[in-house]
């Protein structure tokens, strides 16, 4: 064809009519961009930003590789034609201005497929985290098929468990704290497999009952328990057992693995449904009851009728079926003989009231699910008497009550349990001083030989016990201590616990709170008193009268709730002190053990600082009697022998409490597990100096007061004698700077089982008319302490320095050569300086003058708020030149007391208080 025939090149992006379709068609709030008309102006010599392509199949591709270089497309937005292409400005699409699409559509997008779409491609916004229908069946079914994968290979790596190697035993060796062997015990494994026709019914259907009742029908697991279990697990509690027979067995079973872990519970899980798959239920039960452990080292029923009732199992009636029923939930707690050694809430009379309730409960489970007659379940109404629980003879004498309180450090300070601990492999260093504890022991029954005989006085001499601890102030190691006549014939550990309150060797604490935050203002800001105090001196003078009446701080008379006053008493209703007043020094008042004096002190300081001195010392909270009563400053509290050791420690190093503790080390197979060096620390309790005026003062007692039995020659001893209410408990503590020790005597009844047991009176215990803290208690403290401390050099306490002020001084008993006056007192009221009374040290003249009323009459001068010894309104006498006066005072109505606290040597008559001196 001819030149001249040929027709011209169409313009680019498919001619001009294309090009004006286009650019009618777009959607974009702007003009098509240069380039998309084909005018000369949009070509590149004018300025345009696209090359021109040659033919429309060029364009179409040059727009699937994503159009012009500076506005791509890219599948964003809403373009033109049928591949969507560009934003708002964007073309080169073949929707696009130079496309030959005109509908909207969305570009494809680039890249390849991905094998898991998600975040979803091609979506905008939220919608590109929703999943697809398709991904989240297929996520399910990958679950699940995981899931069937894991149980199958669980399950198959898993076997049924031996009955015969569930039961594992090995010794627990304890040592003596100089390195030698005390004793080995626990090793036995006291277990005897018997066939499932030989265990009662009766037995068989009261664990059922209690335990499982669905049993013979459920497959082996409950997945409610088991999903708690894990539940409980995933959120960092401890792990739960298992809920049916089938999983109790397992877990009895997996005794070499006894982590608390997920994985654990998972293996233990696999177990139980193989068990309940592979196993006849008899046979599971069987296995169970041979297994499981019921205390007293007790493995397997057969083990276990022995064991409480020396029966063989087959014997066992319905009663003892249901008790041993209840000892699977923890022979700790259910045991009649208690357990206080591994935790105190374990008492004797806290279990037995348990134990008797979980036993009622089973034999009514056992009658409501069809499997015992109510006429043979009405049989059943009390515990089974029990036998002794200590048949090892390695325990007896004190060493019985030496492991007992061996085992509760090392259960309560380790993560070791009681069932890994009955179960032994542990070698555990004790404290103990095998001298000092046969020493102790040696003292105990020296008295009980010579003094208490109860076939001659059987009215005054049955049921005497002595309990005994001894401490050293420098670490808070228990030495020695005195438990009970034999371990296997007297459980309770008589130095670990007792009940029987301490009197007035608790005055030392009233003391010590006196010293370290002082008396309360009684002319303050009544809402300001607990901040304006005076800390006091042992100079301080109070009332020494017979049948005081307590005040309160702020002058007013104490009430108990119903309104009435009580009078305080002394021992022999004496009064003691300079008459008419009474007035006596703090140190003559704890040298006399005077109540009154120390029942208003403690008033006047505040008994919640009282009570928090007793704590800071070491005593526990959980055997202190209420503060709400006057009596709590002399001694209605019950701590043990070991605790009140531990507490005069504090004040034997000077100030410093360290915890009571009785093992150094625990070691395993796998190494140490405990060392108590690494976790020792002691605590400020009380400044040096408060705590070694305290320790002076007690010297006093020894030295010339009612502790002088207690003198150890050519040793500084400090120490308190006391004895409550009633003569029902008798107490000395004293202490050496090498050791402190407590010695307690009181009547109970030995038979633990017996709800109605409680403290005698020892009014002609030992042919004496009245036992105190000075007679049998400070005579074992002498000969114990005189051994203990046989070849160690004496020492000296630290030097006490002044404290304090001389609070209740009249300005009349400062020394002539410095008279002064007390800021309370007004002018006309200060008689002359001289006084039959001591009168102060110079270095203590300053006094506060928060002066004692203690008259009968009980609406003295002080009465109508005059701070005079005696004069003012109110009827008491004019100022003489001597400190006597007439009765009255600056706190009127401050004659009498509270009755009957009677106490250690000034131990008066009954009445409100149940305390003791």
Same mark, same amino acid.
């Given at each position: 064809?001819?030149?001249?025939?040929?027709?011209?090149?169409?313009?680019?992006?498919?001619?001009?009519?294309?090009?004006?379709?286009?650019?009618?068609?777009?959607?974009?709030?702007?003009? &098509?961009?240069?380039?998309a008309?084909?005018?000369?102006?949009?070509?590149?010599?004018?300025?345009?930003?696209?090359?021109?392509?040659?033919s429309?199949?060029?364009?179409?591709?040059?727009?699937?590789?994503?159009?012009?270089?500076?506005?791509?497309?890219?599948?964003?937005?809403?373009?033109?034609?049928?591949?969507?292409?560009?934003?708002?400005?964007g073309?080169?699409?073949?929707?696009?201005?130079?496309?030959?699409?005109?509908?909207?559509?969305?570009?494809?997008?680039?890249?390849?497929?991905?094998f898991?779409?998600y975040?979803?491609?091609?979506?905008?916004?939220?919608?590109?985290?929703?999943?697809?229908?398709?991904?989240?069946?297929?996520?399910?079914?990958?679950?699940?098929?995981?899931?069937?994968?894991?149980?199958?290979?669980?399950?198959?790596?898993?076997?049924?468990?031996?009955?015969?190697?569930?039961?594992?035993?090995?010794?627990?060796?304890?040592?003596?704290?100089?390195?030698?062997?005390?004793?080995?015990t626990?090793?036995?494994?006291?277990?005897?497999?018997?066939?499932?026709s030989?265990?009662p019914?009766?037995?068989?259907?009261?664990?059922?009952?209690?335990?499982?009742?669905?049993?013979?029908?459920?497959?082996?697991? %409950?997945?409610?328990?088991?999903?708690r279990?894990?539940?409980?697990?995933?959120?960092?509690?401890?792990?739960?057992?298992?809920?049916?027979?089938?999983?109790?067995?397992?877990?009895?079973?997996?005794?070499?693995?006894r982590?608390?872990?997920?994985?654990?519970?998972?293996?233990?899980?696999?177990?139980?449904?193989?068990?309940? &798959?592979?196993?006849?239920?008899?046979?599971?039960?069987?296995?169970?009851?041979?297994?499981?452990?019921?205390?007293?080292?007790?493995?397997g029923?057969?083990?276990?009728?022995?064991?409480? =009732?020396?029966e063989?199992?087959?014997?066992?009636?319905?009663?003892?079926?249901?008790?041993?029923?209840?000892?699977?939930?923890g022979?700790?707690?259910?045991?009649?003989?208690?357990?206080?050694a591994?935790?105190?809430? &374990?008492?004797?009379?806290?279990?037995?009231?348990?134990?008797?309730?979980?036993?009622?409960?089973?034999?009514?489970?056992?009658?409501?699910?069809?499997? #015992?007659?109510?006429?043979?379940?009405a049989?059943?109404?009390?515990?089974?008497?029990?036998?002794?629980? $200590?048949?090892?003879?390695?325990?007896?004498?004190?060493?019985?009550?030496?492991?007992?309180?061996a085992?509760?450090?090392?259960?309560?300070?380790?993560?070791?349990?009681?069932?890994?601990?009955q179960?032994?492999?542990?070698?555990?260093?004790?404290?103990?001083?095998?001298?000092?504890?046969?020493?102790?022991?040696?003292?105990?029954?020296?008295?009980?030989?010579?003094?208490?005989?109860?076939?001659? $006085?059987?009215?005054?001499?049955?049921?005497?016990?002595?309990?005994?601890?001894s401490?050293?102030?420098?670490?808070?190691?228990?030495?020695?201590?005195?438990?009970?006549?034999?371990?296997?014939?007297?459980?309770t550990?008589?130095?670990?616990?007792?009940?029987?309150?301490?009197?007035?060797t608790?005055k030392? =604490?009233?003391?010590?709170?006196?010293?370290?935050?002082?008396?309360?203002d009684? %002319?303050?800001?009544?809402?300001?008193?607990q901040?304006?105090?005076?800390?006091?001196?042992?100079?301080?003078?109070?009332?020494?009268?017979?049948?005081?009446?307590?005040?309160?701080?702020?002058?007013?008379?104490?009430? %108990?709730?119903?309104?009435?006053?009580?009078?305080?008493?002394?021992?022999?209703?004496?009064?003691?002190?300079?008459?008419?007043? =009474?007035?006596?020094?703090?140190?003559?008042?704890?040298?006399?053990?005077v109540?009154?004096?120390?029942?208003?002190?403690?008033?006047?300081?505040g008994?919640?600082?009282?009570?928090?001195?007793?704590?800071?010392?070491?005593?526990?909270?959980?055997?202190?009697?209420?503060?709400? =009563?006057?009596?709590?400053?002399?001694?209605?509290?019950?701590?043990? &022998?070991? $605790?009140?050791?531990?507490?005069?420690?504090?004040?034997? %190093?000077?100030?410093?409490?360290?915890?009571?503790?009785?093992?150094?080390?625990?070691?395993?197979?796998?190494?140490?597990?405990?060392?108590?060096?690494?976790?020792a620390?002691?605590?400020?309790?009380?400044?040096?100096?408060?705590?070694?005026?305290?320790?002076?003062?007690?010297?006093?007692?020894?030295?010339?007061?009612?502790?002088?039995?207690?003198? #150890?020659?050519? $040793?500084?001893?400090?120490?308190?004698?006391?004895?409550?209410?009633?003569?029902?408990?008798?107490?000395?503590?004293g202490?050496?700077?090498?050791?402190?020790?407590?010695?307690?005597?009181?009547?109970l009844?030995?038979?633990?089982?017996?709800?109605?047991?409680?403290?005698?009176?020892?009014?002609?215990?030992?042919?004496?008319?009245?036992?105190?803290g000075?007679s049998?208690p400070?005579?074992?403290?002498?000969?114990?302490?005189?051994?203990?401390?046989?070849?160690q050099?004496?020492?000296?306490?630290?030097?006490?320095?002044?404290?304090g002020?001389?609070?209740?001084?009249?300005?009349?008993?400062?020394?002539?050569?410095?008279?002064?006056?007390?800021?309370?007192?007004?002018?006309?009221?200060?008689?002359?300086a001289?006084?039959?009374?001591?009168?102060?040290?110079?270095?203590?003249?300053?006094?506060?003058?928060?002066?004692?009323?203690?008259?009968?009459?009980?609406?003295?001068?002080?009465?109508?708020?005059?701070?005079?010894?005696?004069?003012?309104?109110?009827?008491?006498?004019?100022?003489?030149?001597?400190?006597?006066?007439?009765?009255?005072?600056?706190?009127?109505?401050?004659?009498?007391?509270?009755?009957?606290?009677?106490g250690?040597?000034?131990?008066g008559?009954?009445?409100?208080?149940?305390?003791?001196?």
């Amino acid at each position: 064809m001819s030149e001249h025939r040929r027709k011209p090149p169409q313009p680019q992006g498919g001619g001009r009519a294309a090009a004006r379709r286009g650019q009618s068609a777009s959607s974009g709030r702007r003009a &098509a961009p240069r380039g998309a008309t084909g005018s000369p102006s949009d070509s590149p010599e004018w300025g345009g930003e696209e090359r021109q392509y040659g033919s429309r199949a060029e364009a179409r591709r040059a727009a699937q590789r994503g159009g012009g270089r500076r506005r791509a497309a890219e599948g964003a937005g809403r373009g033109h034609g049928a591949g969507g292409g560009g934003g708002r400005r964007g073309s080169g699409g073949p929707g696009g201005p130079s496309g030959p699409g005109r509908g909207r559509g969305r570009g494809a997008d680039p890249g390849k497929r991905r094998f898991l779409d998600y975040p979803r491609a091609g979506r905008d916004g939220w919608r590109r985290w929703v999943p697809s229908w398709k991904l989240m069946t297929g996520c399910f079914i990958g679950f699940v098929g995981s899931m069937v994968a894991v149980a199958g290979i669980g399950y198959a790596m898993v076997s049924v468990p031996d009955v015969a190697k569930t039961a594992k035993a090995q010794n627990n060796v304890y040592y003596w704290a100089n390195g030698t062997q005390m004793v080995a015990t626990g090793g036995e494994t006291n277990r005897q497999i018997i066939n499932f026709s030989q265990i009662p019914k009766e037995m068989r259907w009261a664990v059922i009952s209690q335990e499982n009742k669905t049993f013979y029908d459920d497959n082996g697991i %409950d997945p409610k328990g088991i999903g708690r279990a894990l539940f409980n697990m995933a959120r960092g509690g401890e792990t739960q057992g298992g809920s049916t027979i089938t999983q109790q067995y397992v877990k009895n079973a997996l005794l070499d693995d006894r982590s608390q872990t997920v994985s654990r519970k998972f293996k233990e899980i696999f177990i139980s449904v193989k068990v309940g &798959a592979n196993v006849k239920k008899d046979k599971i039960l069987a296995d169970y009851l041979n297994s499981a452990y019921y205390g007293r080292g007790a493995y397997g029923i057969q083990a276990a009728a022995r064991a409480y =009732f020396d029966e063989d199992a087959k014997d066992l009636d319905a009663g003892q079926c249901a008790f041993l029923s209840a000892m699977l939930k923890g022979a700790t707690y259910y045991d009649p003989a208690g357990a206080v050694a591994i935790d105190p809430a &374990a008492t004797a009379k806290a279990n037995t009231r348990r134990a008797l309730g979980q036993m009622q409960d089973t034999l009514n489970k056992m009658v409501e699910y069809g499997h #015992l007659e109510q006429s043979v379940r009405a049989k059943y109404t009390k515990l089974p008497k029990v036998k002794n629980p $200590r048949a090892n003879t390695a325990l007896s004498g004190q060493i019985g009550y030496l492991v007992d309180l061996a085992n509760a450090s090392v259960l309560k300070n380790t993560d070791i349990t009681s069932n890994q601990l009955q179960q032994g492999g542990y070698s555990i260093h004790t404290t103990f001083d095998r001298k000092k504890v046969d020493e102790l022991e040696t003292a105990v029954k020296k008295v009980q030989k010579a003094k208490i005989k109860p076939k001659l $006085r059987p009215d005054t001499d049955t049921h005497v016990q002595f309990g005994g601890a001894s401490v050293d102030p420098k670490s808070g190691a228990i030495k020695a201590i005195y438990g009970g006549v034999n371990a296997t014939k007297h459980f309770t550990n008589n130095a670990d616990v007792t009940g029987a309150q301490v009197g007035s060797t608790f005055k030392p =604490f009233v003391l010590a709170a006196a010293m370290k935050w002082g008396v309360r203002d009684p %002319d303050g800001d009544p809402e300001q008193a607990q901040d304006e105090r005076t800390v006091v001196s042992p100079k301080s003078l109070y009332s020494g009268k017979n049948k005081f009446k307590i005040l309160e701080y702020n002058h007013e008379v104490w009430k %108990d709730k119903e309104g009435k006053e009580w009078l305080q008493t002394n021992d022999g209703g004496d009064s003691v002190g300079t008459p008419p007043k =009474f007035q006596i020094d703090l140190r003559e008042a704890m040298r006399l053990s005077v109540n009154s004096a120390y029942v208003q002190l403690g008033m006047d300081v505040g008994l919640d600082k009282v009570e928090e001195s007793a704590l800071d010392a070491g005593v526990l909270k959980s055997s202190l009697a209420s503060s709400n =009563f006057p009596s709590f400053s002399i001694g209605t509290s019950d701590p043990s &022998a070991i $605790r009140m050791a531990g507490a005069y420690a504090t004040f034997a %190093d000077s100030g410093k409490q360290r915890e009571p503790y009785s093992v150094e080390k625990v070691e395993s197979k796998d190494g140490i597990v405990y060392d108590h060096a690494k976790k020792a620390k002691s605590v400020d309790a009380f400044t040096p100096n408060v705590a070694n005026n305290v320790t002076d003062v007690l010297k006093t007692v020894v030295e010339k007061g009612t502790g002088t039995s207690a003198k #150890l020659p050519g $040793r500084e001893v400090a120490g308190k004698t006391g004895t409550t209410d009633g003569n029902k408990s008798a107490w000395f503590v004293g202490y050496t700077p090498q050791l402190s020790t407590a010695i307690s005597m009181y009547r109970l009844d030995d038979d633990e089982n017996n709800k109605n047991r409680e403290f005698l009176e020892m009014y002609g215990t030992g042919g004496e008319k009245k036992i105190h803290g000075a007679s049998f208690p400070a005579q074992i403290w002498h000969d114990y302490m005189l051994k203990a401390l046989e070849g160690q050099p004496a020492q000296s306490f630290p030097e006490a320095l002044p404290i304090g002020k001389v609070v209740n001084a009249e300005a009349t008993t400062s020394p002539p050569a410095s008279p002064s006056k007390s800021p309370e007192s007004s002018p006309s009221t200060s008689p002359p300086a001289t006084t039959s009374s001591p009168p102060p040290n110079p270095s203590s003249t300053q006094s506060c003058n928060f002066f004692q009323g203690c008259t009968d009459a009980g609406n003295g001068n002080g009465g109508q708020g005059n701070g005079g010894p005696g004069g003012g309104p109110g009827g008491g006498s004019s100022p003489s030149s001597t400190s006597s006066s007439e009765p009255g005072g600056t706190r009127g109505n401050a004659n009498g007391g509270n009755g009957g606290n009677g106490g250690e040597e000034d131990d008066g008559g009954g009445g409100f208080f149940g305390g003791s001196n």
